[in-house]
């Protein structure tokens, strides 16, 4: 176990790095439009709080982190975006999930691993909407509307900078899109 990764007794494993107050002003929000698409500049906050571990059917240990994201658009500083959710670890594998929600009426149980690289963590997570392991659940109308058919989730950590980038493809307006969010974001003292 290495120490930089409990806290409070718990080992989080790759989580340890992303507990704490993160701000991040350089977002690009690529949206789908009936016509195309849209670019969005955003700024952001995220929280990532340890909540301690958590024991399944008596056979598994997770390591968990409950976050919290709300995205505000450059152009007019409203809230576009806010999530909640968990990030889990489990030891015995060496598997990470993220799961979440938004307010829309979608919620996603990607998984996935993290990787040592130059510098940093590299953390990436993936669902699919027919994948029997990491899915994707929606709302009627969304699934009719807008339906979510993947989810990819990369984050890039290197000491006090969180680099993401995650990927949702959609159905929407009659057409497939590769709908994009990423941004760099420093960790804050709160």
Known sequence: MNDSTVVDGVDYGPLAGLIGHWRGDRGVDVAPEPTGQEENSYWETLFFEPIGSVGNAGAQTLA???????VHRHSNNE??????????????TDTVCQSLSIPRGVCV????????????????VSAAADDPDWGIIQSPFMRDKATT????????????????????MLDIYGKVFEHRDQNTLQRSSG
């Open 64 to 70: 968990v982190l409950r976050y919290h994201q709300v």
């Open 109 to 124: 149980l990607a998984g996935g691993g993290a990787q040592n690289t130059e510098g940093g963590l590299q953390i990436d």
């Open 79 to 92: 809230v576009f975006h806010n999530e909640t959710g968990y990030w889990h670890w489990d030891g015995a």
């Open 149 to 168: 058919t993947a989810f990819n989730h990369r984050l890039l950590l290197t000491g006090d900078t969180l680099v993401y980038c995650e990927m949702i």
